[in-house]
């Protein structure tokens, strides 16, 4: 009984995460500030893209649909809204994952400045190990291929009569969050010498809070310029949500030999 409602302290626990990483706009506005440049930059490519989609959706949708050229017309309207919806939803989670992707990648240097800065005021020393520009290539191709993945799946079950526009927007979001929290505080866990597969046991560990976290990140991706504005919270948030992701006693390797 008691099972559900930690669960659920914990979901909204990670999504405060994320708010308290907006915090960081008294703390450091200037940082946070450079912060969008790069999301700015990314927003606007992928916006492009999204309004040309929008504005191709019917003549898609028709191009996609011929076997319902002879179909009565209200089913055959019905058929292509669920399409066109589900095309449009599935492009929308996997622009969320592009742009985090790129944007991490494009904008390493004010984003290290910033994870750097809510290192040194939360745990005193920001760790030095760093997993250097090709790691940072293979994490982003990592989550492109994912988010390609969870934008089939949500596609796939958006088109399930009824209940399929509904069913494949939870789905998505919920996919797309946990991935948006497996990405973003990687930073933060693999300065500490902790490889994908211990990062991922460790967010395991904590489902719901790091979902919570990964959902709200995506809810606020998915508002209009919502994501440029998220983007330096998100990263602070991340940063935070790693730290309540590890063991009590660790500590990173390189804060140790320092001490040492």
Do not use: K
Request: charged share 15%; net charge positive; aromatic share 8%.
């Amino acid at each position: 009984m008691s099972a559900a409602p930690s669960a659920g302290r914990e979901f909204l626990r990670g999504a405060r995460t994320l708010l308290g990483g907006f915090g960081w706009w008294r703390v450091r506005p200037g940082l946070m500030l450079l912060g969008l440049v790069p999301a700015a930059i990314v927003s606007l490519v992928l916006g492009a893209g999204l309004v040309t989609l929008g504005a191709w959706i019917v003549p898609l949708t028709d191009a996609l649909t011929p076997f319902t050229d002879g179909w009565p017309g209200l089913w055959a309207t019905l058929l292509r809204i669920a399409v066109g919806t589900a095309v449009f939803g599935a492009a929308l989670l996997l622009a969320a994952t592009l742009f985090t992707a790129l944007t991490l990648l494009i904008g390493e240097p004010f984003y290290d400045r910033i994870w750097r800065g809510v290192e040194r005021v939360e745990t005193g020393l920001a760790p030095d190990r760093d997993p250097g520009f090709w790691a940072g290539v293979a994490d982003a191709i990592s989550l492109i291929v994912r988010g390609v993945l969870a934008a089939l799946l949500a596609f796939a079950i958006g088109l399930v009569p009824l209940v399929g526009g509904a069913l494949g927007a939870v789905t998505g979001v919920a996919l797309s969050g946990w991935i948006l929290a497996d990405e973003l505080s990687a930073r933060a866990l693999n300065a500490r010498g902790i490889g994908h597969r211990e990062r991922r046991r460790l967010l395991r560990a904590h489902r719901a809070r790091a979902l919570g976290f990964g959902v709200a990140t995506q809810l606020c991706f998915l508002i209009p310029l919502g994501a440029v504005l998220t983007m330096p919270a998100a990263v602070v948030g991340a940063a935070r949500l790693a730290h309540g992701v590890l063991p009590p006693a660790s500590e990173p390797r390189d804060m140790a030999d320092s001490e040492a």
